[in-house]
């Protein structure tokens, strides 16, 4: 069993970064691909950001490339998204994810894919 918790999210101006962090427990998860997805209020989820296991390939949607960075840190069984040059449709709720497969990272990656689910963090970027 893996709990997820996020932090890190907050309000920042337009042009603004956010560095996101999911800790993971219970279980190591250096052995699973973790991911980021959002979701705005009356919309569905959406994938952001992806890093697979053995190699740490990362995978992004195209409305974040380039401006955000999936990493993770097995040591301390945790994963980041570095957010920069935030938008304020980048507004939403972020949560992580863990596959136990080991192998999803890219924008095809569904949530369905994934085991577990973290409770979400808020992030507000104003114009």
């Known amino acids: 069993q893996v709990q997820l918790v996020e932090s890190g999210g907050g309000l920042v101006q337009a042009g603004g970064s956010l560095r996101l962090s999911c800790a993971a427990s219970?279980?190591?998860?250096?052995?699973?691909?973790m991911g980021w997805f959002r979701q705005a209020p009356g919309k569905d989820r959406e994938f952001v950001a992806g890093?697979?296991?053995?190699?740490?390939?990362?995978g992004y949607a195209d409305s974040v490339k380039g401006r955000f960075t999936i990493s993770r840190d097995n040591t301390k069984n945790t994963v980041y998204l570095q957010m920069n040059s935030l938008k304020p449709e980048d507004t939403a709720v972020y949560y992580c994810a863990a596959d136990q497969s080991g192998g999803r990272y890219d924008p095809t990656v569904k949530g369905e894919d994934y085991d577990y689910w973290g409770q979400g963090t808020q992030v507000t970027v104003s114009s």
């Open positions: 890093i697979s296991r053995s190699l740490g390939r990362t």
């Open positions: 219970g279980r190591t998860v250096s052995g699973y691909a």
